[in-house]
């Protein structure tokens, strides 16, 4: 069985400062790891994705993402910040059991709210 | 390319109503996924398809029930609606085990 845990429910930056949002994962084998967007009222876009390759990950909108297995560990970063990175952000893991595929498992989302 | 479409956008049903969402997908995707967004909880899987003519159980299957139709459309039904299915309903689709999934718009439930 695999679990994630987004460390911060909710986190606010200042538009052009850093952000990091913290995810932790549990897994039994080796993942899959994703982070997925949600704006307001709208479905869920793929920032980026982890699947074995190099462990420092590169997706939309200047996000990036590293993983590290000894740390159990995938946190999102960006440089700085735009207004229109105001959304909610899922960290979501995916590990094959050997009993086919049973969907996603996603942490709770972090609210991430940028101050002008 | 639409990607992911789910209809309706919203709707409003009186406990012990049933209704049916519709999904489809034109990517030629292999797997669907039905997903419940409730607030603080994340998205939690209801069923899947890993594909045609195959449905699993996910996370909160009861009170559901779902149909892949062919490779394009996977519909969820709600035979007897109760106010805990109140939540915004999300259909994604794969192209397979270890790809990302690509959500739909979501369908917003009320049940009264």
């Known amino acids: 069985a695999q679990s994630v845990t987004q460390l911060d429910s909710h986190v606010s930056v200042s538009e052009g400062t850093p952000v990091l949002l913290r995810c932790n994962y549990s897994s039994s084998y080796s993942p899959s790891l994703f ?14 994705k982890y699947t074995s390759a190099a462990t420092l990950v590169k997706g939309i909108n200047g996000f990036e993402a590293e993983f590290k297995k000894s740390e159990t560990s995938f946190h999102l ?32 989302g972090t609210h991430l709210i940028i101050q002008p | 390319n639409a990607g992911v479409t789910q209809t309706p956008k919203f709707q409003v049903l009186k406990t012990g ?10 990517m030629n995707h292999n797997s669907m996924y039905w997903y419940r967004q409730d607030p603080g ?16 159980k996910g ?22 609606a109760a106010p805990s299915q109140t939540s915004v309903y999300f259909c994604a689709s794969s192209p397979g085990d270890f790809y990302e999934q690509y959500f739909g718009p979501g369908t917003r439930l009320t049940v009264t």
């Not at chain 1, 982070?35 to 980026?48: D, F, I």
Request: proline residues 3%; neutral net charge; charged residues 20%.
């Open chain 1, 35 to 48: 982070w997925y967007v949600q704006h307001p009222n709208k479905g869920l876009q793929l920032l980026l």
């Open chain 2, 17 to 26: 109503q049933s209704m049916t969402l519709q999904c489809a997908q034109d």
């Open chain 2, 41 to 56: 909880m994340g998205l939690r899987l209801i069923y899947y398809s890993a594909s045609e003519g195959t449905t699993d």
């Open chain 2, 59 to 80: 996370e909160v299957p009861n009170g559901y029930n779902v149909s892949r139709l062919n490779k394009r459309e996977f519909s969820l039904r709600l035979e007897s």
């Open chain 1, 77 to 108: 970063t960006k440089p700085s910040a735009h207004m229109s990175d105001a959304a909610e952000y899922f960290c979501v893991v995916r590990s094959y059991s050997g009993g086919g595929a049973d969907g996603l498992t996603f942490g709770k």
